[in-house]
């Protein structure tokens, strides 16, 4: 009896062992599997995944809150995570990694942390462009023109966290109403909405559509690809996301997930951000930024994201009344 109960034992410890971290992903599928595996290639903890937009990301997380099937959120705008703390749904987690961080890209009590920051802008297809006859737009209100009558995709807010940014720095630079006021002169310019944040770049490369609206990684790809993209960050300001990650409260694994927390804020991993081609913009000052655009040339606008988080059932309701039917 005494060794079968030593055998269990040792089964148990071996099952701990190689237990995997599991991790539910906002950030894109592709640059999501670059950054974990890096990861996991210089921690040697291994990573499962699943990737969900923003919105059912934390629609699945409360609903297994009494048996959580993930140990971390990673990726997802940064009012998604206080969303999510507020609801008692993430775990406290503090590291020193945050040492030379700005202390508006985390959480002081640390419940999240940044993984990238990237300011939003218009992909523009230029060939698509030409054979529409439409000029480069410059300003917010350029997008009005008719003559681009269904040729632009922003994504969808009711699903998309991307797209509740967008309208957030609308809102700074028209206000609440005007914003929505521009949103829908903007509707019969839509081709569509789509449900995922990245999903405008998929048609813009390709030529299926003139314009996305959307975070610029894509684009800076598409752009080193050869394809025929341009990026426009309108004059009057952009808004730009602080993509976090947190612990979620019962998870089976906290040891990995703090040494994911520890890894991604850390100068080896923000300039693995850099390395692995993600075309994030990293959120240390002592990173490499390689061939990114400077910061220094976009204007970019400041959100209060315990504003954006307390408003944005509000906001998203409000544009699914005032906009989607137009």
Excluded at 258 to 274: E, T, Y
Aim: net charge negative.
């Amino acid at each position: 009896m005494k060794k079968i109960f030593i055998i269990l034992v040792l089964l148990m410890l071996v099952v701990c062992t190689f237990a995997n971290l599991v991790v539910y992903t906002s950030v894109d599928e592709a640059n999501a599997r670059k950054i974990l595996n890096a990861f996991s290639e210089e921690t040697g903890i291994k990573v499962d995944y699943v990737f969900l937009s923003s919105g059912p990301a934390l629609a699945r997380i409360e609903a297994e809150s009494n048996n959580p099937q993930a140990d971390v959120w990673f990726g997802a705008p940064m009012a998604n995570h206080i969303i999510a703390k507020d609801k008692g749904l993430t775990m406290p987690y503090k590291t020193v990694s945050v040492y030379g961080v700005s202390p508006e890209f985390y959480d002081i009590d640390g419940y999240f942390h940044p993984i990238y920051m990237n300011p939003l802008g218009v992909g523009i297809n230029t060939e698509v462009l030409k054979q529409i006859d439409g000029p480069m737009p410059v300003k917010w209100e350029d997008l009005l023109n008719p003559a681009y009558s269904m040729m632009i995709q922003y994504p969808n807010p009711q699903s998309s966290g991307t797209a509740y940014s967008f309208i957030l720095g609308l809102i700074e630079v028209f206000g609440e109403d005007g914003a929505m006021e521009f949103l829908r002169n903007l509707a019969p310019n839509v081709q569509t909405y789509t449900q995922s944040g990245t999903g405008p770049s998929k048609a813009v490369g390709p030529g299926q559509t003139a314009m996305g609206i959307q975070f610029t990684p894509a684009f800076f790809q598409f752009m080193e690809q050869g394809y025929p993209i341009a990026v426009v960050f309108p004059e009057e300001g952009v808004p730009y996301e602080i993509a976090c990650t947190s612990i979620i409260k019962g998870a089976k694994n906290v040891e990995e997930a703090k040494a994911l927390i520890d890894w991604i804020v850390s100068k080896k991993g923000q300039q693995q951000i850099v390395d692995q081609k993600t075309y994030f913009y990293p959120i240390r000052p002592d990173v490499d930024f390689g061939s990114l655009q400077p910061l220094s040339t976009i204007k970019l606008l400041k959100v209060d994201e315990n504003w954006a988080a307390e408003n944005k059932s509000r906001i998203v309701e409000k544009w699914v009344e005032e906009v989607l039917p137009y």
